[in-house]
């Protein structure tokens, strides 16, 4: 009897592993369970513009194709997906969409995360209300890009449940997608805070902001008067005021201070994962340069007659623009670095060196950065400003015929321009700008064509150009023989569209008809 | 039968006295004598005597003797003994019989271990291939996996890489099964399943299940095989003491003929008139062959001390071994001690416990080889460095320090200091308790209940010191630690139930299995140190601390198994298994799997027409399918995820999430559906035994990347997979043994195994090829190889070399790359383009081979012994992407790329101008047969007499000299054929399944000679 008592015993230690089977990762988050706080909802809200950040989307993917395909920078590479965005040669394979497409859906899919894990976060609305509202804000922020590059697109508000439904759904008009960007940004507009610790954060002025950028873009004139007016005239409120010198925007080491920028993106001066830093500075610097530790790549650079056609005496164009540089011509250390004019900048001997000014917004004061030639740099990149909120009222009370307001707007912003400032030339040397008279104040009627104008200048080189010429429908000129980059024969209406990434076309058919011309 | 046997050679046989009791004036009359076994002659303890048509019987003791009393002189005597052939005879007047029996080789009682228990080797109804004790101690291995190879038909065994010490070993049964998870058969140890293999002089069987009737007992671990090893055990009697040891003196075999320092200068200055250059090569002053330096003479130890023996109620068997190999390649060594030990019990009649004990730790000193280019411009492998480095500059400058960055090409670091200062030192230790009951409940009812634990942790540390300026001049040393630790518990409980039924027997087996993994990881690195002296033991001292990461996972799986073996009348065998697994691993909806197999077996020579047959001693024929399953999930890998993204935002650093995977609740574990046929013969009372077998193997459901769901559902997982795949594996095995020779003093035996695969790609996501690479990133190329439907895994993909282009017209349907002149590689212009693009890529080449096979022959004379073991396989090719680079110009080159290159005055050949406009392409220039031959091993053996030793105490006595790797008959013009790279990026778990083939600063397999000694007390 006592050998059964020892086998109960082994059987009774042996049958102690009955198990569920079920997996409860440590280490690991999954969706569920997962959303408690409004701290966790926070935490997915950062994960989603954190996207926007990213090499793929603003870090230089989408920045630089933005760029590429307006009249004001031309290439200086020939690298085939930048050729193809360049001279409107873009196929559905182009290795730039094929980027910042899925970096811009994964923005959104951590949006609707955040949206979705706020029903399980049991605190009452008020609390939890303005941190769910950075993800709509996060989510019209990334659909409105979407929709200006591509019209239709999938339109997905929710996680994902059914893989198979979802990979298998069919575009969605762009009505109605601009339909939900203007509700979430209500939402967001509703909820968000007048002001936040820092610009990379939504507030309320960033929705509204966006909301007037929005109805301009749809022509809803009297809806982007009163939304772009509602943020001036609560600047205070709001916290907002154009900066006094304009280099001050494009300068790493103080924009955290300014009060113009009202949503922006935020670079540290690290590589965070996954490639979430920014190369803007080296793709718009000038080979051979002396400075940011190797100078820069010379590939986004703007044909001669941005330079040419700008007005001198406009502090803004020695602000935007680099036209002296210093470079070790003999490569030699001991010697001293020598300054050159613009029209000697192929003293690189670089292949794709440009005797033209180079773009100086982003390579001028990047400091500090993490990697040499100024990638991961400190640069706060201002997706909308107070000066574009003024240029987006003064373009509405154009088309409104509300003459008095535009002639406010725009000359307040012609006004800065005036002012001058502390800067420094691309040859290091610093300088100060005294105030000048150019760019003088319109006066009489303003037209469409003047804010436009304005707009081409204020705003040059910061991804808003492209869109300007998308919703005004400029190409014909600025493509132009007459335009800044001569004439692209390879332009055409269905140029205003780019086409959807043909492997997604593949795995889903349904997305097909392809946007027309690809 | 051996087993018994050589337990029996202890005993001397004394001299047999014949006493007579009476005469035969009585008609009773009693018989003595002995019972020896043929050829051994050695006594048989326990055999039957009975006079026939009476119960009237006697067994042999001890010593082989018995005595029996008959009734008269007619009576006739059966001799009988298991595994023997049974002998009549009649006793007449005789009073002394002394019978030899002869083995019956067509009973192959031999007891085979399988899954939860043990059938005799005559009821298999499976593919098994047994491998002996003595062809696994035939010479000194440090993972006794490698002594498996060419010993089993259909098993492939190769080193990662070549001859490193401590180097993992691959072992594939029946091919590649899988795309994306392991092809390694799952190994059990003494009924630990999952266990770590132990050293091979603790061995006393292992078995390979091949087919799906014998692993599907395994079920969902099945697929790739089983590996079931069966430790030593103490046995009744006086205790036993034993010692091995083994001395080796190790060398490489090969070293690749490179140009000396003036035919270098030569070399270069012809690349430079090539290019245009007009100045001279500035030739330095030092003459160095690098390969002299990195290369050493070697040696291994291996002692090994065990006891055993046992008492009616407890036997025990316990050993210690070291084992210590000094590399061919400087710095580079493993050391690694021991311990085994089992003891069983015999509680009571009914009830037996035991407990098994296995520790090791072992330490690995590695060099850097097979570098996958992550370091720029692979400048930290050693094998390769050597033969790039330029042979003009000395070791070290003037003032004592390495010279460095090499005078052509990519700046690297000096080959030898990167063998000598570099610090990898990877520490393993190795913990398993396993402890069983067995209870007989009733009468042919066993219950049996097992549980063990088992551990392993291993911490790998690597420093880097800063006098390698090109890998970590610059950051001032880095030093990276990891620490993995794996801990498994597993409980078995199973009943066995035997009967007897009339002709037939019948064997039940149920049981029931828990097993859980718990595996934990911590990784750290830092850069930045003031001193070198820290190794990679001052973390805090660095001015750079990395990242750290750290995880942990956890894999439970539970299990019901049950088997039912038939067989009637000793003629029909019926094997049924099924196993049901859950695992918490695999998918909401697919949490449970049932794996099925049946195989019948008929032994035609137990029937009457065959079983007189003097020819055909055996003839069985055997067929069998079923399905076994591979893991393949990794842990939480089917379920929703989120990734944590340390992002960059709102001035600061913050941790973010976003979605990485959606949930995949109906991922399924891949599924290997196996058909076998197989046929057992034997001749001349199984003098020749031939064993075929025919396999078709579909694996299904393979888990690969589904490129099908599209981008924009966000999920920023590049790796969404899916059951999309399908690979079809179809081979024949033959085994042959024949014993040629059997006579007292001399005999001469022969095993030879042969098997042939071929396996075919049948389907992957949406039919489209997958490209891979398995090229050193530096190479900067992302396609070297390719799975393609209806082809075989793993074909070479790239340009088709056509030879030299002599200058003017193109030869048709050929183009160089870009720029070329007279004398660049000319290639095959698939698509009519004129240029060499992307779209001239295609296959040329295929590593799978043919056959594999190993023919050992033995020989004995008296005391001395002789084995010869051939090993090779033929058919597979190589692709030499280390003469890629040694092509390349800018570095040095062999002797044979450079004298036979093409020049205006030397076109009639198939190299290249050297300097040429190619860069490392990816084309079949490089590719080479590596089908081989290899002498792997030949020893001799000296048993000294017992008269000799019997004095000193000694049992037995046996001195070996061995070598190993003597002589390879190959084509192939790198180090070694047996070769194993899995390029950037590739691991030895996966890639092994897809990359084959490519030869990449491969440590060489190295030449031994090898002393041994065995004594027993």
Request: proline fraction near 4%; glycine fraction near 8%; charged fraction near 20%.
């Amino acid at each position: 009897m006592k050998s059964y008592k020892i086998l109960l015993l082994l059987i009774g230690v042996s049958v102690f592993g009955c198990s569920d089977l079920e997996e409860e990762p440590v280490g690991l988050l999954s969706p569920e369970g997962f959303f408690q706080t409004t701290g966790d909802i926070q935490t997915a809200v950062d994960g989603s513009l954190t996207h926007a950040i990213n090499e793929m989307f603003w870090g230089r993917k989408l920045s630089v194709a933005l760029m590429l395909r307006s009249d004001m920078v031309a290439l200086a590479s020939n690298e085939t997906r930048r050729v193809e965005m360049d001279e409107f040669t873009t196929l559905a394979s182009n290795g730039m969409i094929s980027e910042f497409w899925p970096k811009t859906y994964q923005g959104i899919a951590a949006a609707n995360q955040a949206i979705a894990g706020a029903e399980d976060v049991g605190v009452a609305d008020e609390i939890k209300n303005p941190v769910t509202a950075q993800a709509y804000f996060a989510r019209a922020f990334y659909y409105f890009h979407l929709v200006r590059l591509f019209g239709d697109v999938p339109y997905i508000d929710a996680p994902i449940t059914d893989v198979d439904a979802a990979t298998s759904m069919s575009r969605t008009p762009a009505s109605e997608v601009y339909a939900n960007i203007i509700s979430d940004l209500e939402f967001a507009k509703a909820w968000l805070p007048n002001t936040v610790t820092s610009r990379a954060i939504p507030s309320k002025a960033a929705a509204s902001s966006y909301l007037a950028l929005v109805y301009l873009t749809m022509e809803e004139w009297q809806l982007a008067y009163d939304e772009s007016t509602e943020v001036i005239n609560n600047a205070g409120t709001y916290n907002l005021a154009l900066e006094s010198n304009f280099q001050n925007l494009f300068d790493a080491s103080v924009i955290d201070a300014s009060l113009e920028p009202i949503f922006a993106l935020d670079y540290n001066n690290f590589e965070a994962d996954d490639n979430a830093y920014d190369q803007i500075a080296p793709m718009t610097g000038i080979r051979g340069d002396v400075r940011n530790s190797g100078g820069g790549w010379s590939i986004a650079v703007p044909s001669l007659e941005v330079y040419t056609t700008w007005d001198a005496g406009d502090y803004r164009r020695a602000v935007s623009l680099d036209d002296t540089a210093k470079f070790d011509d003999d490569n030699d250390p001991e010697t001293p670095d020598v300054e050159y004019p613009y029209t000697q900048f192929d003293v690189s001997a670089h292949e794709f060196a440009k005797n033209v000014p180079y773009i100086a917004k982003y390579t001028r004061f990047p400091e500090p950065f993490a990697r040499a030639n100024a990638r991961a740099t400190s640069h706060n990149y201002s997706m909308i400003r107070y000066a574009e909120v003024l240029l987006i009222a003064a373009e509405s009370a154009v088309e409104l015929g509300n003459n008095a307001s535009a002639l406010n707007y725009v000359n307040q912003v012609r006004a800065r321009a005036r002012m001058g400032g502390e800067t420094m030339t691309g040859a290091s040397v610093a300088v100060t700008v005294a105030p000048s008279t150019v760019p003088a104040d319109l006066t009489g009627t303003v037209t469409v064509a003047d804010v436009l104008e304005e707009r081409r200048l204020e705003l040059a080189f910061e991804g808003k150009r492209w869109y300007d010429i998308v919703r005004r429908q400029l190409g014909g000129v600025a493509f132009g023989t007459s335009g800044l980059e001569g004439a692209k024969s390879n332009f055409s209406s269905t140029d205003y569209l780019l086409p959807l990434p043909e492997d997604e076309l593949e795995r889903n058919p349904n997305l097909l008809p392809q946007n027309p011309g690809y | 039968m051996q087993k018994q046997l050589k337990f029996i050679k202890m005993k001397w046989v004394p001299l047999v006295v014949f006493i007579l009791f009476g005469l035969a004036l009585n008609a009773q009359q009693t018989v003595t004598g002995t019972v020896v076994s043929q050829p051994e002659g050695l006594p048989l303890p326990g055999a039957n005597i009975l006079v026939k048509g009476t119960a009237t019987g006697a067994t042999t003791d001890f010593d082989g003797n018995y005595t029996i009393v008959v009734q008269n002189s007619d009576a006739v005597l059966v001799f009988s003994y298991i595994g023997f052939v049974p002998q009549d005879v009649t006793v007449g007047s005789k009073t002394v019989i002394d019978v030899t029996l002869a083995e019956d080789a067509s009973q192959l009682d031999e007891i085979v271990v399988v899954g939860y228990g043990t059938r005799k080797k005559s009821d298999i109804t499976g593919a098994v291939s047994s491998v002996k004790s003595e062809e696994l101690n035939a010479f000194p291995v440090l993972d006794a996996a490698q002594a498996l190879q060419g010993r089993a038909a259909g098993v492939v065994v190769q080193s990662n890489n070549g001859g490193e010490p401590g180097a993992p070993i691959n072992i594939k049964i029946r091919g590649n099964t899988s795309i994306n998870a392991s092809s390694s058969p799952l190994i059990v140890v003494d009924g630990f399943v999952g266990a770590t293999m132990p050293q091979s002089n603790d061995i006393e069987s292992l078995e390979v299940l091949k087919d799906a009737s014998a692993t599907a007992i395994y079920g969902s671990r099945g697929s790739n095989g089983v590996v079931l090893v069966t430790t030593k055990k103490g046995k009744t009697g006086k205790i036993s003491i034993e010692l091995n040891s083994t001395y080796a003196v190790q060398s490489i075999s090969n070293q690749i003929d490179l140009l000396n320092a003036d035919e270098f200068a030569d070399y270069q200055n012809q690349i430079r008139a090539n290019n245009g250059v007009t100045s001279a090569y500035p030739q330095g002053t030092a003459d160095t062959d690098w390969q002299d330096l990195i290369y050493k003479s070697g040696s291994t130890a291996n002692h090994q001390l065990s006891f055993s023996g046992g008492s009616d109620n407890i036997n025990f068997y316990a050993s210690g071994n070291y084992f210590k190999q000094d590399g061919v390649l400087v710095n580079s060594d493993f050391e690694r001690l021991t311990f085994l030990s089992n003891i069983d019990a015999k509680v009571s009649d009914k009830l037996k416990l035991g407990l098994n004990l296995f520790g090791s730790r072992g330490t690995k000193n590695g060099a850097a080889t097979q570098s996958n280019g992550s370091v720029s411009a692979g400048g930290d492998d050693v094998i390769t460095l050597a033969m790039r480095y330029a042979p003009d500059q000395p070791l070290y400058n003037t003032d004592g320090s390495y010279t460095f960055g090499n005078t052509v090409g990519d700046p690297v670091d000096n080959p030898y200091a990167v063998a000598t200062e570099r610090i990898d030192e990877t520490k393993t230790d190795n913990f398993r308790v396993n402890f069983y009951a067995n209870y007989d409940i009733i009468e042919d009812l066993t219950f049996k209940t097992t549980y063990g634990f088992s551990t392993q942790n291993q911490t790998r540390g690597i420093y880097l010191p800063s006098v390698l300026v090109q890998t970590a001049g610059a950051e001032s040393g880095r030093a990276s630690v990891e620490q993995d630790k794996s801990t498994t518990m597993l409980s078995e409980n199973y009943l066995t139930y035997t009967k007897e039924l009339g002709k037939g027997n019948l064997t039940l087996l149920a049981g029931y299995s828990y097993q859980k993994t718990v595996s934990e990881n911590f990784y750290s690195e830092a850069t930045g140190f003031i001193s070198d002296n820290f190794s990679f033991y001052g973390l805090s001292s660095a001015t750079n601390i990395l990242q750290p990461d750290s995880s942990i996972s956890e894999v439970e799986i539970q299990s019901q198994f049950g088997r039912v073996n038939y067989d009637y009348d000793d003629k029909y065998l019926l094997t049924a298994t099924i196993r049901r697994d859950g695992a918490s691993n695999f998918s909401e909806n697919e949490k449970y799997a049932l794996f099925p197999s049946a195989a019948l077996g008929w032994k035609v020579s137990s029937e009457d027409f065959l079983k007189e047959s003097e020819t055909i001693s055996n003839l069985k024929l055997r067929v069998s399918y079923g399905v076994t399953g591979n893991p393949s999930i990794g842990a939480y890998e089917s379920l929703a995820r989120f990734e944590t993204l340390y992002a960059s935002s709102n001035g600061g650093t913050v941790s973010a999430i976003t979605p990485e995977q959606a949930a995949n609740p109906d991922l399924k574990w891949e599924s290997s559906y196996q058909t076998n046929l197989g046929l057992d013969l034997g001749f001349f009372n199984n003098r020749v035994t031939l064993s075929l077998d025919y396999y078709d193997i579909d694996t299904k459901d393979l888990i690969l990347t589904n490129n099908t769901i599209t981008e924009y559902l966000g999920y920023t997982g590049d790796d969404i997979l899916a059951n999309i795949g399908e690979i079809n594996n179809t081979g024949f095995e033959v085994a042959l043994n024949t014993r040629n020779i059997t006579n007292e003093n001399f005999s001469w035996s022969t095993d030879f195994n042969i098997a042939f695969n071929k396996n075919e790609v049948v389907s992957l996501a949406n039919d489209a090829d997958l490209f891979f690479d398995a090229t050193p990133s530096y190479f900067s190329h992302d396609r070297s190889y390719v799975l393609r439907v209806g082809e075989e895994v793993g074909l070479f993909w790239g340009y088709d070399y056509s030879g030299v282009y002599q200058g003017g017209a193109l030869p048709s349907g050929t183009a160089t790359l870009a720029g070329g002149v007279a004398g660049d590689p000319l290639f095959a212009d698939l698509d009519g383009s004129g240029d060499i693009t992307e779209a001239d890529r295609g296959t040329i080449g295929n590593p799978n081979p043919d056959y594999t096979f190993g023919i050992t022959n033995n020989f004995s004379y008296k005391n001395f012994d002789v084995s010869i073991f051939f090993q090779g396989s033929q058919g597979g090719d190589i692709f030499n992407l280390t003469n890629s680079q040694l092509s390349n110009g800018d570095a040095n080159t062999t002797r044979d790329n450079f004298y036979s290159a093409w020049t205006p005055t030397n076109t009639d050949t198939n190299t290249p101008r050297v300097g040429n406009n190619s860069n490392r392409e990816v084309s079949s220039r490089f590719v080479e047969d590596g089908s081989y031959i290899r002498l792997k091993n030949i020893a001799i053996g000296y048993n000294f007499p017992q008269e000799l030793i019997e004095n000193l105490g000694i049992d037995n006595l046996r001195l070996t000299l061995s070598a190993q790797n003597l002589l390879t008959i190959t084509d192939y013009s790198g180090l070694d054929p047996e070769v194993n790279y899995f390029g950037a990026g590739g691991d030895n778990n996966t890639s092994a399944n897809t990359a084959q083939g490519f030869d990449f600063g491969n440590y060489p397999t190295v030449k031994s000679v090898n002393f041994s000694l065995n004594v027993k007390f």
